[in-house]
């Protein structure tokens, strides 16, 4: 009993507390689910899915490369933390009409990985 709460309060801390080395490379591990679609970094080219960097702070769409379903382009989103992962966790009910297929990933703690590990990334792909 006393255990799980513990458990449950260090997901919690680590899911909102500081970004730490491990959540950056638990991130890039998790990352592995968007690679067949998704680059990110200095060579980053947009494939089956835009490229995501400098992606927080970006509007949906914006990547000029690349064909966007219509209710990507016009959802009105800016990609925050919040945003992203209410899309990660169910894209098509985030943005009904995406063309992104993608289950979706329910653990916040990896989200919040997944976020840091993608936050290192600017506009040209270089790591802040
Ligand atoms: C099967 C291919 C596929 C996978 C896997 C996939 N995506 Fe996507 N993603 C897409 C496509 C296609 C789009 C464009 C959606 C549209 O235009 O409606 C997209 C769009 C996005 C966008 C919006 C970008 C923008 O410029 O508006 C984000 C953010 C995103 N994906 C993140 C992810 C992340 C993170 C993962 C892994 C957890 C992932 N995707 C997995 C295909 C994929």
Redesign the pocket.
Known sequence: MRIGFLLVAATVLAAHGPVRAQDIAAGEK??N??R???QVGETAKSV???K?NG?FG?K????AEFK??E??KNSGVT?DEAY?AK??KDPKAA?PG?????PG?KDDAEIAN?TAF?KQFDADGKRK
């Open positions: 998790s990352f689910k968007c067949a679609c998704h089956a899915g835009p995501l992606l970006r949906a769409g914006s990547i966007y379903s209710a990507n990609w992203f899309y990660i943005i995406t063309k992104m297929v993608f990933i997944l993608l």
